[in-house]
């Protein structure tokens, strides 16, 4: 079988927080928000440029998706946001109030920093070495 992942679900607590979170502090776009049965929207983002997946925002629908929200993968790093310029997005993103965890940091493979989305899901933004 070939494919592709298209769509990883995040849980979020609010549709309309994390649509302006995406698309104002990570310049997403906001690709489909439709309706659907019992005031469940399906809201999917993706960053500028696309070539990757998408994220779809899935409002929590019980206690006990509420409290996964913010460590969907047990405090480790979530997801990885490719870059083709890091110090232009890094500031950028700083300048729109992205909490960073550390410092930027060179690695062999490229240069790195931990950041947290608006509900403290641990994210990557990494902008990879030629030939790494």
Known sequence: MAGSIALISLV???YDEA????STALRFDLI????????????????????GASLLLARAAN?????SIGNQTGGRVF?????DDFWRDYR??????????ATPRE???????VFEDLYGNRWDLVQHKPNA
Request: net charge positive; hydrophobic share 35%.
């Open 12 to 14: 979020v607590h609010d």
């Open 19 to 22: 649509i302006a979170y995406f």
């Open 32 to 51: 489909e928000d439709s309706p659907r049965e019992g005031g469940k929207r399906w809201v999917v983002v993706a960053p500028r440029g696309g070539g």
């Open 63 to 67: 206690d006990a998706q509420k409290r």
């Open 79 to 83: 997801l990885f946001l490719h870059t």
């Open 92 to 101: 950028a993103m700083l300048s729109r109030g992205v909490k960073f965890e």
């Open 107 to 113: 690695e062999s493979y490229g240069t790195v920093v």
